[in-house]
Protein backbone atom coordinates (compact mmCIF):
# COMPACT_ATOMS: atom_id res chain seq x y z
CA UNK A 1 0.00 0.00 0.00
CA UNK A 2 1.92 3.34 -1.32
CA UNK A 3 1.77 6.80 0.93
CA UNK A 4 0.25 9.46 -1.68
CA UNK A 5 1.90 12.77 -0.20
CA UNK A 6 1.67 16.25 -1.53
CA UNK A 7 4.56 18.50 -2.12
CA UNK A 8 5.32 21.53 0.48
CA UNK A 9 3.84 24.57 -0.47
CA UNK A 10 5.30 26.30 -3.64
CA UNK A 11 7.27 22.82 -4.67
CA UNK A 12 4.98 22.30 -7.58
CA UNK A 13 5.72 26.13 -9.21
CA UNK A 14 9.41 25.48 -8.10
CA UNK A 15 9.61 22.23 -10.15
CA UNK A 16 7.39 23.52 -13.23
CA UNK A 17 10.32 26.40 -13.57
CA UNK A 18 12.95 23.79 -13.05
CA UNK A 19 11.04 21.59 -16.10
CA UNK A 20 10.77 24.07 -18.32
CA UNK A 21 13.30 26.54 -17.57
CA UNK A 22 14.90 27.68 -20.40
CA UNK A 23 18.20 25.72 -20.04
CA UNK A 24 20.89 25.37 -22.87
CA UNK A 25 22.56 22.19 -21.44
CA UNK A 26 19.84 19.33 -20.44
CA UNK A 27 22.51 16.72 -19.78
CA UNK A 28 23.35 18.97 -16.69
CA UNK A 29 20.95 16.81 -14.94
CA UNK A 30 23.19 13.60 -15.48
CA UNK A 31 25.77 15.82 -13.36
CA UNK A 32 23.63 16.58 -10.83
CA UNK A 33 22.96 12.80 -10.17
CA UNK A 34 26.25 11.58 -10.00
CA UNK A 35 27.27 14.63 -8.04
CA UNK A 36 24.44 13.37 -5.40
CA UNK A 37 25.56 9.61 -5.94
CA UNK A 38 29.10 10.64 -4.93
CA UNK A 39 27.82 12.27 -2.13
CA UNK A 40 26.36 8.89 -0.50
CA UNK A 41 28.83 6.93 -1.11
CA UNK A 42 31.09 9.52 0.72
CA UNK A 43 28.57 9.78 3.95
CA UNK A 44 28.71 5.73 3.79
CA UNK A 45 32.37 5.95 3.67
CA UNK A 46 32.53 8.20 6.25
CA UNK A 47 29.99 6.30 8.98
CA UNK A 48 32.17 2.97 8.07
CA UNK A 49 35.25 4.53 9.94
CA UNK A 50 33.41 4.75 13.30
CA UNK A 51 31.12 1.08 12.56
CA UNK A 52 33.14 -0.98 9.61
CA UNK A 53 30.15 -3.47 9.58
CA UNK A 54 27.56 -1.19 8.09
CA UNK A 55 29.38 -1.47 4.77
CA UNK A 56 30.05 -5.27 4.65
CA UNK A 57 27.19 -5.76 1.59
CA UNK A 58 28.26 -2.26 -0.43
CA UNK A 59 31.36 -3.75 -1.75
CA UNK A 60 33.47 -1.21 -3.53
CA UNK A 61 31.61 1.90 -4.38
CA UNK A 62 30.69 2.85 -7.33
CA UNK A 63 28.03 4.68 -9.55
CA UNK A 64 26.38 2.88 -11.92
CA UNK A 65 24.92 3.88 -15.36
CA UNK A 66 22.25 1.60 -16.63
CA UNK A 67 20.32 2.80 -19.65
CA UNK A 68 17.77 0.57 -21.58
CA UNK A 69 16.57 1.36 -24.93
CA UNK A 70 13.27 -0.89 -25.01
CA UNK A 71 12.14 0.63 -22.07
CA UNK A 72 13.54 4.19 -23.20
CA UNK A 73 14.58 4.56 -18.83
CA UNK A 74 17.87 5.28 -17.74
CA UNK A 75 18.82 4.25 -14.23
CA UNK A 76 21.68 5.84 -11.55
CA UNK A 77 22.34 3.49 -9.10
CA UNK A 78 24.74 4.11 -6.00
CA UNK A 79 26.05 1.93 -3.15
CA UNK A 80 26.29 4.60 -0.59
CA UNK A 81 24.29 5.52 2.61
CA UNK A 82 20.74 5.27 0.76
CA UNK A 83 17.60 6.45 2.56
CA UNK A 84 14.89 5.86 4.49
CA UNK A 85 10.97 6.50 4.17
CA UNK A 86 11.63 9.69 6.51
CA UNK A 87 14.64 11.32 4.40
CA UNK A 88 12.71 10.61 1.27
CA UNK A 89 10.17 12.95 2.62
CA UNK A 90 12.35 14.84 4.25
CA UNK A 91 14.90 15.49 1.20
CA UNK A 92 12.70 14.49 -1.80
CA UNK A 93 9.44 16.44 -0.70
CA UNK A 94 10.71 19.26 0.76
CA UNK A 95 12.95 20.98 -1.70
CA UNK A 96 15.51 23.82 -0.01
CA UNK A 97 13.70 23.98 2.67
CA UNK A 98 14.73 27.95 3.58
CA UNK A 99 14.57 29.28 0.11
CA UNK A 100 12.22 27.75 -1.95
CA UNK A 101 9.88 30.39 -2.02
CA UNK A 102 12.77 32.60 -2.69
CA UNK A 103 13.37 30.28 -5.48
CA UNK A 104 10.14 30.95 -6.91
CA UNK A 105 10.02 34.59 -6.69
CA UNK A 106 13.84 35.27 -8.42
CA UNK A 107 13.24 33.09 -10.98
CA UNK A 108 9.47 34.50 -11.42
CA UNK A 109 11.47 37.98 -11.23
CA UNK A 110 14.06 37.18 -13.34
CA UNK A 111 12.67 35.56 -16.49
CA UNK A 112 14.54 32.15 -16.08
CA UNK A 113 15.63 29.51 -13.48
CA UNK A 114 19.27 28.66 -15.11
CA UNK A 115 21.77 30.43 -12.71
CA UNK A 116 18.91 29.80 -9.72
CA UNK A 117 18.65 26.05 -9.57
CA UNK A 118 22.27 24.86 -8.00
CA UNK A 119 22.20 27.95 -5.38
CA UNK A 120 18.69 26.08 -3.87
CA UNK A 121 19.59 22.62 -3.93
CA UNK A 122 17.04 21.18 -6.31
CA UNK A 123 19.62 19.45 -8.52
CA UNK A 124 18.30 16.68 -7.90
CA UNK A 125 14.93 17.87 -9.51
CA UNK A 126 16.85 18.94 -12.92
CA UNK A 127 16.00 15.18 -14.09
CA UNK A 128 12.37 16.31 -14.65
CA UNK A 129 13.60 18.33 -17.27
CA UNK A 130 14.55 15.03 -19.25
CA UNK A 131 11.41 12.18 -17.50
CA UNK A 132 8.18 11.72 -17.32
CA UNK A 133 8.28 9.96 -13.94
CA UNK A 134 11.33 9.62 -11.59
CA UNK A 135 11.06 5.87 -9.50
CA UNK A 136 13.48 5.66 -6.48
CA UNK A 137 14.17 2.13 -4.85
CA UNK A 138 16.76 2.75 -1.91
CA UNK A 139 18.10 1.33 1.03
CA UNK A 140 20.03 2.99 4.00
CA UNK A 141 23.01 1.71 5.25
CA UNK A 142 22.11 -0.03 8.68
CA UNK A 143 18.39 -0.68 7.86
CA UNK A 144 16.98 -4.01 7.04
CA UNK A 145 13.87 -1.93 5.50
CA UNK A 146 14.12 -0.95 1.38
CA UNK A 147 11.90 2.09 0.27
CA UNK A 148 10.49 3.12 -3.34
CA UNK A 149 9.60 6.86 -4.43
CA UNK A 150 7.91 8.07 -7.50
CA UNK A 151 6.70 11.04 -9.06
CA UNK A 152 6.27 12.25 -12.32
CA UNK A 153 6.96 16.25 -10.85
CA UNK A 154 3.58 17.61 -10.80
CA UNK A 155 1.29 16.31 -7.91
CA UNK A 156 3.30 14.96 -5.54
CA UNK A 157 4.97 11.56 -4.94
CA UNK A 158 3.84 8.12 -3.76
CA UNK A 159 6.12 6.22 -1.03
CA UNK A 160 5.99 2.10 -0.84
CA UNK A 161 8.23 -0.41 0.89
CA UNK A 162 10.36 -2.23 -1.76
CA UNK A 163 13.32 -4.38 -1.89
CA UNK A 164 16.93 -3.94 -2.37
CA UNK A 165 19.74 -6.60 -1.99
CA UNK A 166 22.24 -3.96 -0.20
CA UNK A 167 22.16 -0.19 0.49
CA UNK A 168 22.00 1.81 -1.77
CA UNK A 169 19.95 3.94 -4.23
CA UNK A 170 18.38 3.40 -7.90
CA UNK A 171 17.35 6.35 -9.70
CA UNK A 172 15.01 5.05 -12.50
CA UNK A 173 14.45 7.74 -15.07
CA UNK A 174 11.25 7.13 -17.57
CA UNK A 175 12.76 9.17 -20.48
CA UNK A 176 10.75 11.71 -22.73
CA UNK A 177 10.27 10.72 -26.26
CA UNK A 178 12.94 13.89 -26.67
CA UNK A 179 15.18 12.47 -24.62
CA UNK A 180 16.20 9.15 -26.33
CA UNK A 181 19.71 10.28 -26.56
CA UNK A 182 20.49 9.49 -22.65
CA UNK A 183 20.41 5.75 -23.45
CA UNK A 184 23.03 6.33 -25.99
CA UNK A 185 25.94 4.88 -24.75
CA UNK A 186 28.35 7.08 -27.07
CA UNK A 187 26.53 10.43 -25.49
CA UNK A 188 26.75 9.14 -22.04
CA UNK A 189 30.37 8.74 -21.86
CA UNK A 190 30.94 11.87 -23.41
CA UNK A 191 29.00 13.20 -20.85
CA UNK A 192 30.31 11.69 -17.99
CA UNK A 193 33.98 12.67 -19.07
CA UNK A 194 32.78 16.24 -19.59
CA UNK A 195 30.93 16.34 -16.54
CA UNK A 196 32.22 13.80 -13.88
CA UNK A 197 35.74 12.89 -14.63
CA UNK A 198 36.47 14.31 -11.12
CA UNK A 199 34.28 11.85 -9.51
CA UNK A 200 36.35 10.08 -6.93
CA UNK A 201 34.65 6.54 -7.47
CA UNK A 202 34.32 4.59 -10.49
CA UNK A 203 31.44 5.77 -12.83
CA UNK A 204 30.41 2.59 -14.15
CA UNK A 205 28.82 2.23 -17.81
CA UNK A 206 26.62 -0.88 -18.06
CA UNK A 207 26.59 -2.42 -21.72
CA UNK A 208 24.61 -5.17 -21.60
CA UNK A 209 25.89 -8.43 -23.06
CA UNK A 210 29.47 -6.39 -23.68
CA UNK A 211 30.05 -6.14 -19.69
CA UNK A 212 30.60 -3.39 -17.91
CA UNK A 213 33.10 -0.13 -18.53
CA UNK A 214 34.64 2.82 -15.97
CA UNK A 215 34.46 5.39 -17.56
CA UNK A 216 35.92 8.20 -15.67
CA UNK A 217 39.45 8.60 -14.56
CA UNK A 218 37.84 8.08 -10.74
CA UNK A 219 41.19 10.01 -8.78
CA UNK A 220 40.36 12.69 -6.68
CA UNK A 221 41.05 15.83 -8.38
CA UNK A 222 42.87 17.69 -5.89
CA UNK A 223 45.53 15.00 -5.79
CA UNK A 224 46.62 16.11 -9.09
CA UNK A 225 49.23 17.83 -10.08
CA UNK A 226 47.97 21.10 -11.47
CA UNK A 227 49.69 20.67 -14.29
CA UNK A 228 47.74 17.33 -15.15
CA UNK A 229 44.06 19.28 -14.66
CA UNK A 230 42.35 21.32 -17.28
CA UNK A 231 40.68 24.54 -16.82
CA UNK A 232 37.59 23.02 -17.67
CA UNK A 233 38.05 20.42 -15.28
CA UNK A 234 38.70 22.82 -12.06
CA UNK A 235 35.45 24.08 -13.50
CA UNK A 236 33.29 20.92 -13.58
CA UNK A 237 34.78 20.35 -9.72
CA UNK A 238 33.36 23.29 -8.54
CA UNK A 239 29.97 23.01 -10.22
CA UNK A 240 30.16 19.58 -8.68
CA UNK A 241 31.16 21.26 -4.74
CA UNK A 242 29.47 24.19 -4.67
CA UNK A 243 26.09 22.75 -7.42
CA UNK A 244 26.62 26.38 -9.13
CA UNK A 245 25.85 27.24 -12.57
CA UNK A 246 28.20 30.17 -12.45
CA UNK A 247 32.30 29.76 -13.18
CA UNK A 248 34.32 31.08 -10.46
CA UNK A 249 35.88 34.08 -9.92
CA UNK A 250 38.75 32.45 -8.59
CA UNK A 251 40.61 29.13 -8.34
CA UNK A 252 43.41 28.29 -5.40
CA UNK A 253 45.05 25.00 -5.84
CA UNK A 254 47.84 24.58 -3.61
CA UNK A 255 49.95 21.78 -1.39
CA UNK A 256 51.17 22.74 2.11
CA UNK A 257 54.18 21.22 3.65
CA UNK A 258 55.70 21.40 6.49
CA UNK A 259 54.92 20.73 9.94
CA UNK A 260 51.32 19.94 8.63
CA UNK A 261 51.01 18.57 5.13
CA UNK A 262 47.20 19.17 3.29
CA UNK A 263 46.20 19.99 -0.04
CA UNK A 264 43.25 22.88 -1.21
CA UNK A 265 41.36 23.32 -4.08
CA UNK A 266 39.23 26.35 -2.89
CA UNK A 267 37.04 28.46 -4.91
CA UNK A 268 35.54 31.89 -4.43
CA UNK A 269 32.03 31.84 -7.00
CA UNK A 270 31.45 34.55 -9.20
CA UNK A 271 27.57 35.07 -8.19
CA UNK A 272 26.28 35.66 -4.75
CA UNK A 273 24.63 32.56 -2.72
CA UNK A 274 21.09 33.33 -1.69
CA UNK A 275 21.62 32.12 1.84
CA UNK A 276 24.95 34.25 2.31
CA UNK A 277 23.73 36.38 4.81
CA UNK A 278 21.10 33.95 6.50
CA UNK A 279 21.90 32.99 10.45
CA UNK A 280 22.53 29.48 9.92
CA UNK A 281 24.57 29.93 6.65
CA UNK A 282 27.07 27.33 7.07
CA UNK A 283 30.78 27.29 5.60
CA UNK A 284 31.43 25.81 1.91
CA UNK A 285 34.86 23.64 2.61
CA UNK A 286 34.73 19.88 2.89
CA UNK A 287 37.11 18.05 4.94
CA UNK A 288 38.43 14.94 3.64
CA UNK A 289 41.59 12.94 5.33
CA UNK A 290 43.81 10.80 2.64
CA UNK A 291 40.70 10.98 0.12
CA UNK A 292 38.32 9.96 3.00
CA UNK A 293 35.34 12.54 3.43
CA UNK A 294 35.40 13.63 6.59
CA UNK A 295 32.66 16.20 7.19
CA UNK A 296 31.23 19.61 5.86
CA UNK A 297 30.59 21.00 9.01
CA UNK A 298 33.82 21.82 10.40
CA UNK A 299 33.03 25.58 11.08
CA UNK A 300 36.62 25.91 12.38
CA UNK A 301 38.14 25.08 9.05
CA UNK A 302 37.44 28.57 7.71
CA UNK A 303 36.44 31.86 9.43
CA UNK A 304 32.57 32.89 8.69
CA UNK A 305 33.41 36.19 6.91
CA UNK A 306 34.92 33.67 4.22
CA UNK A 307 31.76 31.41 4.01
CA UNK A 308 31.24 32.23 0.23
CA UNK A 309 34.34 29.92 -0.91
CA UNK A 310 33.89 26.56 -1.36
CA UNK A 311 36.58 23.87 -2.07
CA UNK A 312 37.97 20.98 -0.09
CA UNK A 313 40.69 20.66 2.52
CA UNK A 314 42.79 17.16 2.23
CA UNK A 315 45.16 16.41 4.97
CA UNK A 316 47.15 12.96 6.29
CA UNK A 317 48.18 14.76 9.54
CA UNK A 318 44.65 14.16 11.17
CA UNK A 319 42.94 11.23 12.88
CA UNK A 320 40.79 8.93 9.96
CA UNK A 321 38.78 8.12 13.02
CA UNK A 322 38.71 11.66 14.27
CA UNK A 323 35.31 13.29 15.36
CA UNK A 324 33.81 16.28 14.67
CA UNK A 325 33.82 17.44 18.38
CA UNK A 326 37.70 16.69 18.24
CA UNK A 327 38.01 18.73 15.30
CA UNK A 328 36.27 21.69 17.24
CA UNK A 329 39.22 22.00 19.23
CA UNK A 330 41.92 20.42 17.16
CA UNK A 331 44.88 22.37 16.89
CA UNK A 332 45.67 20.73 13.45
CA UNK A 333 42.73 22.56 11.90
CA UNK A 334 43.39 25.93 13.88
CA UNK A 335 46.70 25.82 11.87
CA UNK A 336 45.03 24.76 8.36
CA UNK A 337 42.40 27.63 8.70
CA UNK A 338 45.29 29.71 9.50
CA UNK A 339 47.37 29.08 6.63
CA UNK A 340 44.48 28.69 3.98
CA UNK A 341 43.44 31.66 5.13
CA UNK A 342 46.65 33.55 4.34
CA UNK A 343 46.75 32.03 0.94
CA UNK A 344 43.50 33.54 0.14
CA UNK A 345 44.56 37.10 1.33
CA UNK A 346 47.47 36.66 -0.40
CA UNK A 347 45.25 35.38 -3.84
CA UNK A 348 42.92 38.26 -3.43
CA UNK A 349 46.02 40.93 -3.23
CA UNK A 350 47.17 39.60 -6.27
CA UNK A 351 43.53 39.85 -7.91
CA UNK A 352 43.01 43.67 -6.64
CA UNK A 353 45.74 44.94 -8.64
CA UNK A 354 43.20 44.64 -11.73
CA UNK A 355 40.16 47.31 -10.38
CA UNK A 356 37.58 46.28 -12.85
CA UNK A 357 38.10 42.49 -12.35
CA UNK A 358 38.50 42.85 -8.09
CA UNK A 359 34.87 44.63 -8.35
CA UNK A 360 33.29 41.10 -9.70
CA UNK A 361 34.27 40.11 -6.34
CA UNK A 362 34.03 43.09 -4.21
CA UNK A 363 30.24 43.68 -5.40
CA UNK A 364 29.08 39.85 -4.63
CA UNK A 365 30.77 39.50 -1.05
CA UNK A 366 32.33 42.15 -0.35
CA UNK A 367 30.17 42.98 2.40
CA UNK A 368 30.27 39.67 4.14
CA UNK A 369 34.66 39.76 3.30
CA UNK A 370 34.12 43.42 5.43
CA UNK A 371 33.15 41.15 8.98
CA UNK A 372 37.07 39.86 8.92
CA UNK A 373 37.94 43.54 9.67
CA UNK A 374 35.19 42.82 13.47
CA UNK A 375 36.34 39.34 13.43
CA UNK A 376 39.28 38.51 12.15
CA UNK A 377 42.42 40.41 14.57
CA UNK A 378 45.33 38.88 13.44
CA UNK A 379 44.27 40.17 9.74
CA UNK A 380 42.20 42.66 10.26
CA UNK A 381 44.96 45.23 8.66
CA UNK A 382 45.58 43.18 5.68
CA UNK A 383 41.84 42.77 5.28
CA UNK A 384 41.04 46.59 5.65
CA UNK A 385 43.66 46.85 2.86
CA UNK A 386 41.71 44.89 0.95
CA UNK A 387 38.33 47.00 1.38
CA UNK A 388 36.64 49.45 -1.31
CA UNK A 389 34.41 52.19 0.06
CA UNK A 390 32.63 55.21 -1.57
CA UNK A 391 33.55 58.29 -0.35
CA UNK A 392 32.70 62.32 -1.30
CA UNK A 393 36.04 61.83 -3.66
CA UNK A 394 35.67 58.59 -5.16
CA UNK A 395 33.36 59.75 -8.23
CA UNK A 396 32.42 56.74 -9.90
CA UNK A 397 35.27 54.71 -8.25
CA UNK A 398 35.14 53.08 -5.11
CA UNK A 399 38.64 53.84 -3.29
CA UNK A 400 40.81 51.82 -0.48
CA UNK A 401 42.34 53.01 2.97
CA UNK A 402 45.91 53.47 0.96
CA UNK A 403 44.17 55.46 -1.87
CA UNK A 404 42.13 57.48 1.13
CA UNK A 405 45.94 58.07 2.38
CA UNK A 406 47.48 59.28 -0.41
CA UNK A 407 44.73 62.28 -1.27
CA UNK A 408 45.39 63.44 2.49
CA UNK A 409 47.06 66.82 2.97
CA UNK A 410 49.51 67.14 5.23
CA UNK A 411 48.07 68.17 8.24
CA UNK A 412 45.52 65.42 8.10
CA UNK A 413 45.74 62.22 10.28
CA UNK A 414 42.45 60.42 10.64
CA UNK A 415 40.45 58.60 7.83
CA UNK A 416 36.65 59.88 8.20
CA UNK A 417 33.62 57.97 7.54
CA UNK A 418 30.30 58.77 8.46
CA UNK A 419 27.21 55.55 8.43
CA UNK A 420 23.91 55.58 6.44
CA UNK A 421 20.97 53.52 4.72
CA UNK A 422 22.16 55.67 1.22
CA UNK A 423 24.86 57.24 -0.52
CA UNK A 424 23.31 59.68 -2.18
CA UNK A 425 21.55 60.67 1.42
CA UNK A 426 24.55 60.52 2.92
CA UNK A 427 26.54 62.94 0.62
CA UNK A 428 24.13 65.00 1.11
CA UNK A 429 24.13 64.71 4.78
CA UNK A 430 24.85 68.52 6.24
CA UNK A 431 27.14 67.42 8.85
CA UNK A 432 29.20 66.85 5.87
CA UNK A 433 29.71 70.26 4.31
CA UNK A 434 32.29 71.86 6.52
CA UNK A 435 34.54 68.63 5.26
CA UNK A 436 33.54 69.71 1.97
CA UNK A 437 34.26 72.98 1.93
CA UNK A 438 37.79 72.42 3.61
CA UNK A 439 38.20 69.49 1.04
CA UNK A 440 38.80 66.72 3.70
CA UNK A 441 37.38 63.39 2.26
CA UNK A 442 34.97 61.42 3.83
CA UNK A 443 34.01 57.72 3.53
CA UNK A 444 29.83 56.66 3.08
CA UNK A 445 29.04 53.79 5.09
CA UNK A 446 26.03 52.02 3.85
CA UNK A 447 26.41 48.45 5.18
CA UNK A 448 25.07 46.97 8.13
CA UNK A 449 28.58 45.61 9.40
CA UNK A 450 30.18 49.22 8.75
CA UNK A 451 28.54 50.24 11.96
CA UNK A 452 30.34 47.43 13.98
CA UNK A 453 34.38 47.30 12.52
CA UNK A 454 35.47 50.81 13.03
CA UNK A 455 34.58 49.96 17.13
CA UNK A 456 37.99 47.36 16.32
CA UNK A 457 39.70 49.71 13.52
CA UNK A 458 40.83 52.55 15.56
CA UNK A 459 43.88 53.17 13.61
CA UNK A 460 45.03 52.58 9.72
CA UNK A 461 48.66 52.82 9.15
CA UNK A 462 49.64 56.20 10.92
CA UNK A 463 45.55 57.45 10.68
CA UNK A 464 43.01 57.37 13.25
CA UNK A 465 39.15 56.22 11.80
CA UNK A 466 37.52 58.57 13.25
CA UNK A 467 33.67 59.04 12.69
CA UNK A 468 33.08 62.73 11.48
CA UNK A 469 31.24 64.16 14.96
CA UNK A 470 34.72 63.14 16.07
CA UNK A 471 36.80 65.98 14.01
CA UNK A 472 38.22 68.39 16.03
CA UNK A 473 41.48 70.14 15.18
CA UNK A 474 40.71 69.34 11.33
CA UNK A 475 37.33 71.20 11.62
CA UNK A 476 39.14 74.48 13.12
CA UNK A 477 38.99 77.29 10.84
CA UNK A 478 38.43 80.72 10.29
CA UNK A 479 34.79 81.83 9.41
CA UNK A 480 34.24 84.86 7.60
CA UNK A 481 30.41 84.93 7.10
CA UNK A 482 28.60 87.31 9.64
CA UNK A 483 27.30 85.36 13.07
CA UNK A 484 24.44 85.93 15.11
CA UNK A 485 24.68 87.66 18.51
CA UNK A 486 26.30 85.35 20.82
CA UNK A 487 23.41 86.91 23.52
CA UNK A 488 20.72 86.24 21.54
CA UNK A 489 22.26 82.60 20.14
CA UNK A 490 22.47 81.87 23.65
CA UNK A 491 18.95 82.46 24.89
CA UNK A 492 17.74 80.19 21.44
CA UNK A 493 19.30 77.72 22.33
CA UNK A 494 18.15 77.92 25.90
CA UNK A 495 14.76 78.07 25.01
CA UNK A 496 15.20 75.60 22.75
CA UNK A 497 16.61 73.13 24.60
CA UNK A 498 13.54 73.57 26.91
CA UNK A 499 11.30 73.18 24.20
CA UNK A 500 12.50 69.53 22.36
CA UNK A 501 13.60 67.88 25.91
CA UNK A 502 11.59 65.24 24.84
CA UNK A 503 12.83 64.95 21.60
CA UNK A 504 16.58 65.61 21.96
CA UNK A 505 19.47 66.38 24.81
CA UNK A 506 20.23 69.13 24.47
CA UNK A 507 20.86 71.81 21.77
CA UNK A 508 24.30 73.37 20.89
CA UNK A 509 25.74 75.53 17.87
CA UNK A 510 28.46 73.76 15.36
CA UNK A 511 31.47 75.35 12.98
CA UNK A 512 30.69 72.55 10.82
CA UNK A 513 27.32 73.11 8.59
CA UNK A 514 28.10 75.71 6.20
CA UNK A 515 24.56 75.60 3.66
CA UNK A 516 22.40 74.08 6.63
CA UNK A 517 20.62 75.95 9.33
CA UNK A 518 20.41 73.03 11.77
CA UNK A 519 21.82 69.02 11.62
CA UNK A 520 21.16 66.08 14.31
CA UNK A 521 23.94 64.06 15.53
CA UNK A 522 24.67 61.92 18.96
CA UNK A 523 26.78 62.50 21.95
CA UNK A 524 30.31 61.37 20.98
CA UNK A 525 31.32 57.89 22.25
CA UNK A 526 27.15 56.95 21.44
CA UNK A 527 25.47 54.77 19.14
CA UNK A 528 25.00 56.27 15.87
CA UNK A 529 21.55 56.93 14.54
CA UNK A 530 21.93 54.22 11.41
CA UNK A 531 23.23 51.44 13.92
CA UNK A 532 19.35 52.35 16.15
CA UNK A 533 17.25 51.91 13.52
CA UNK A 534 19.01 48.74 12.31
CA UNK A 535 18.51 47.39 15.40
CA UNK A 536 14.84 48.83 15.71
CA UNK A 537 14.35 47.35 11.98
CA UNK A 538 15.57 43.57 13.69
CA UNK A 539 13.28 44.45 17.01
CA UNK A 540 16.43 44.60 18.68
CA UNK A 541 15.90 46.54 22.72
CA UNK A 542 17.06 50.04 22.46
CA UNK A 543 17.18 50.68 26.39
CA UNK A 544 21.14 52.68 25.63
CA UNK A 545 19.37 54.94 22.79
CA UNK A 546 21.67 57.84 22.19
CA UNK A 547 21.47 61.41 23.30
CA UNK A 548 20.37 63.48 20.16
CA UNK A 549 21.71 66.86 19.84
CA UNK A 550 20.21 69.56 17.38
CA UNK A 551 23.39 71.43 16.42
CA UNK A 552 22.44 74.79 15.21
CA UNK A 553 24.34 76.85 12.61
CA UNK A 554 24.87 80.53 13.82
CA UNK A 555 26.27 81.87 10.14
CA UNK A 556 22.89 81.12 8.44
CA UNK A 557 20.68 83.84 8.32
CA UNK A 558 17.45 81.70 9.56
CA UNK A 559 19.14 81.17 12.52
CA UNK A 560 20.81 84.86 12.62
CA UNK A 561 16.63 86.12 11.89
CA UNK A 562 15.77 83.42 14.66
CA UNK A 563 17.59 84.51 17.11
CA UNK A 564 17.16 88.53 16.61
CA UNK A 565 13.67 87.19 17.26
CA UNK A 566 14.07 86.49 20.84
CA UNK A 567 13.60 89.59 22.50
CA UNK A 568 10.44 90.32 21.28
CA UNK A 569 7.64 88.26 22.76
CA UNK A 570 5.41 88.84 20.55
CA UNK A 571 7.19 86.94 17.84
CA UNK A 572 8.33 83.70 20.23
CA UNK A 573 5.12 81.61 18.94
CA UNK A 574 6.65 81.98 15.30
CA UNK A 575 10.35 81.27 16.54
CA UNK A 576 9.07 77.90 18.26
CA UNK A 577 6.92 76.70 14.62
CA UNK A 578 10.06 77.41 12.44
CA UNK A 579 11.81 75.61 15.06
CA UNK A 580 9.46 72.84 15.05
CA UNK A 581 10.02 72.65 11.35
CA UNK A 582 13.67 73.07 11.41
CA UNK A 583 13.61 69.88 13.91
CA UNK A 584 11.78 67.75 10.98
CA UNK A 585 14.61 68.52 8.53
CA UNK A 586 16.80 67.64 10.79
CA UNK A 587 15.51 64.13 11.61
CA UNK A 588 14.17 63.76 7.68
CA UNK A 589 18.47 64.21 7.07
CA UNK A 590 19.26 61.84 9.45
CA UNK A 591 16.94 59.36 7.82
CA UNK A 592 14.70 59.70 10.82
CA UNK A 593 10.54 60.20 10.85
CA UNK A 594 9.40 63.44 11.72
CA UNK A 595 7.11 64.42 15.01
CA UNK A 596 4.34 65.02 13.40
CA UNK A 597 3.78 64.70 9.83
CA UNK A 598 0.23 66.96 9.34
CA UNK A 599 2.40 69.91 11.05
CA UNK A 600 5.19 69.49 9.08
CA UNK A 601 2.99 69.20 5.54
CA UNK A 602 0.95 72.46 6.57
CA UNK A 603 3.74 73.92 7.12
CA UNK A 604 5.86 73.67 3.99
CA UNK A 605 2.45 74.23 1.76
CA UNK A 606 2.42 77.17 3.99
CA UNK A 607 5.58 78.72 3.51
CA UNK A 608 5.57 77.57 -0.04
CA UNK A 609 2.83 79.58 -0.93
CA UNK A 610 4.26 82.34 0.85
CA UNK A 611 7.38 82.18 -1.28
CA UNK A 612 5.57 82.08 -4.71
CA UNK A 613 2.64 84.57 -3.70
Not at 27 to 44: G, P, V, Y
Not at 326 to 343: A, N
Not at 539 to 564: G, V
Amino acid sequence: MADKINFQADVSKMLNIVVNSLYSEKQIFLRELISNASDACDKLKYLALTNPGIATQSGQMKIKLLPNAVENTLVVSDNGIGMNKEDLINHLGTIAKSGTADFVKNASDNGSAVELIGQFGVGFYAAFMVADKVEIITRKAGEEQAWKWVSNGVDGFEISKAKRDCNGTDIKLFLRDDAKDYIDTIYLRQIIRTYSDHIGYPIVLDLGKAGEETVNSASALWTRHKSEITEDQYKEFYHHISHNFDDPWMTLHFKAEGNIEYTGLLYIPTQPQYDLFQPDKKNGLKLYVNKVFISDKVEELIPHYLRFVRGVIDSADLQLNISREMLQHSPLIEKIKTGTVSRILKELKKRAKNYDDYMTFWKSFGVAFKEGIYEDFGNREEIASLAYFVSTKSGDKLTTFDEYISRCSEQQKAIYYITGDDVKVLSNNPQLEAFNEKGIEVLLLTDPIDEFWPQVLTKYKDFAIKHITQAEADMVWERKEKKADEGSLKKLTDMLTEMFKDEVGKVTTTEKLTKSPVSLTVENGQMSLHLERLMRNHQQQTAFASTRILELNPYHPLIIKLSDMMFDEAKKSKVEEVAKVLLDQAKIAEGEPVSDPSFFSEKMSEYILNAIS
